[in-house]
């Protein structure tokens, strides 16, 4: 499958090459070839009103009133984002009969108004609460790598990832709370972005955790990810990136926690892409922050994320517990084993992590790190129970850093498409996402070039 750009494909709509029509359909035939798994990968699939909006932008792009350069371009929405007259049931059975949205949440009604057609809802782990993706209700997405044998997707926005993976829209929204569009992004080789929180509207989103929830795309490019946060943020310009040059560059490798438990192929990667980096003049310092060791403690009860999500939650588990992916329940209800005081030292724990982090980070253009230590395990592996909790540590332990540190954070892939895949990250502290999107975006060539 030939990758391809927003801004390629804007290029072409411009130039009449193709039209939004030919765009959707395209997308349509690759959810409906099963190989894909597109049965699994959208749990609601528009085929009507996908065809409905391409048409409605041709006929505007023909008389030269198209809403933007975009306009046209079918994007995938996951199952946690509000859409007018649709229900927003975020990968559960217990919500699938709620009353449908009245509008559009913030960030897509800016979608929308920029012309993207709308394929339909993706999947995702239910409630948006694991980093492998696993779905008992609607099944379980595959990464595009190794599907004979069935390997996960990554979480939560397991179906935003696979459908820009496989073709079936050219962006995937999804949000991140604890790595939720960098794992999917990293296990199917294209690029996924999590924001500054606060820098996009969640109104609209169904939340799970209101301190570490932030909305972010998956993406073909860093410029596809960049131009998706800028309209999405309100930002004028739409995002135009300006790739750094490799020698402006300067990274700090993290050395604590961060790079270990890497399985061979990962730690193979890694080194070579720091060495091709290295090549092209990006230099490079180890960079120790040994406050993250305490992290596996910090959050042994499950920390914020928990606990607000356990405020979310307590009336529908009373009414509906038995409904739940009961992983999704055991993880939402260790909330209530922290006590109030142990959550007010978490949050004074952050600030004061946060702070160390962003002393740590200046002068630096990004620390940088394996965006998941290891390969994505067979779908059979992580459905074991025992190994499932071990599995969706080691899935969310590097991407959740971002999180807890309040970063903004990148990954890009550095294997080829179709071999196995794995992501390099690149964080940066709270509100710096412009010098971040110029930064990977220079990282990004290094290694497109280094990979070809």
């Known amino acids: 499958m030939i990758v391809e750009t927003l801004g390629q494909l804007a290029d072409q709509l411009e130039a009449g090459t193709t039209t939004s029509r030919d765009l959707t359909e395209g997308c349509l035939a690759r959810i409906e070839n099963e190989d894909g798994g597109g049965s699994r990968v959208f749990l609601m699939a528009d085929a009507e009103g996908a065809i409905a909006q391409a048409d409605h932008i041709d006929?505007?792009?023909?008389?030269?009133?198209?809403?933007?350069r975009y306009a046209g371009i079918p994007i995938s929405l996951k199952d946690l984002f509000d859409v007018a007259g649709q229900v927003t049931a975020a990968g559960s059975t217990i919500l699938r009969d709620a009353e449908p949205a009245a509008q559009d949440a913030t960030c897509v009604a800016r979608l929308r108004a920029a012309g993207f057609v709308f394929m339909g809802r993706t999947n995702m782990t239910e409630f948006a609460y694991s980093?492998?993706?696993?779905?008992?209700?609607?099944?379980?997405?595959?990464?595009?790598?190794?599907?004979?044998?069935?390997?996960?997707?990554?979480?939560?926005?397991?179906?935003?990832?696979?459908?820009?993976?496989?073709?079936?829209?050219?962006?995937?929204?999804?949000?991140?709370?604890?790595?939720?569009?960098?794992?999917?992004?990293?296990?199917?080789?294209?690029?996924?972005?999590?924001?500054?929180?606060?820098?996009v509207s969640k109104d609209g989103v169904f939340p799970l955790s209101a301190t570490l929830d932030t909305v972010g795309p998956l993406a073909n490019s860093v410029q596809c990810c960049s131009t998706i946060d800028a309209m999405m943020a309100g930002d004028r310009g739409y995002g135009e990136v300006s790739a750094r040059e490799p020698h402006t560059l300067r990274f700090g490798i993290l050395q604590h926690v961060a790079l270990d438990s890497m399985s061979p192929e990962v730690a193979t990667a890694f080194d070579a892409a720091i060495?091709?980096?290295?090549?092209?003049?990006?230099?490079?310092?180890?960079?120790?922050?040994a406050d993250l060791l305490d992290l596996p403690n910090i959050n042994s009860k499950g920390g914020i994320s928990a606990c607000e999500a356990m405020d979310v939650h307590a009336?529908?588990?009373?009414?509906?517990?038995?409904?739940?992916?009961?992983?999704?329940?055991?993880?939402?209800?260790?909330?209530?084993?922290?006590?109030?005081?142990e959550l007010v030292g978490i949050y004074r724990r952050r600030r004061e992590m946060m702070a160390r982090f962003n002393r740590l980070a200046s002068g630096l253009d990004g620390l940088i790190l394996p965006t998941v230590p290891i390969l994505p395990p067979l779908i059979s592996e992580v459905d074991d129970?025992?190994?499932?909790?071990?599995?969706?540590?080691?899935?969310?332990?590097?991407?959740?850093?971002?999180?807890?540190?309040?970063?903004?954070?990148?990954?890009?892939?550095?294997t080829s498409r179709g071999?196995?895949?794995?992501?390099?990250?690149?964080?940066?502290?709270?509100?710096?996402?412009t010098e971040l999107f110029n930064a990977a975006a220079g990282v990004e060539a290094v290694l497109k070039e280094a990979l070809a």
């Open 59 to 68: 006929s505007l792009r023909h008389k030269g009133r198209a809403p933007s």
């Open 131 to 199: 980093g492998v993706g696993l779905n008992p209700h609607y099944g379980t997405p595959k990464s595009v790598w190794d599907r004979k044998n069935g390997r996960i997707p990554g979480g939560s926005s397991s179906g935003a990832g696979v459908s820009v993976a496989d073709g079936m829209a050219y962006m995937g929204l999804g949000t991140d709370t604890g790595g939720s569009c960098r794992i999917p992004a990293a296990f199917n080789g294209i690029v996924g972005y999590k924001s500054s929180t606060g820098r």
């Open 275 to 289: 060495k091709a980096l290295g090549k092209a003049g990006v230099t490079f310092s180890e960079v120790a922050f």
């Open 315 to 341: 009336a529908m588990i009373e009414r509906h517990g038995d409904e739940y992916d009961q992983r999704v329940r055991r993880r939402i209800e260790s909330g209530l084993t922290v006590t109030g005081p």
């Open 385 to 414: 129970n025992e190994r499932y909790g071990p599995l969706n540590f080691l899935c969310l332990r590097n991407t959740f850093l971002g999180n807890f540190l309040d970063t903004c954070a990148i990954s890009i892939p550095m």
């Open 419 to 433: 071999e196995a895949p794995a992501g390099l990250m690149i964080m940066r502290p709270h509100g710096q996402d």
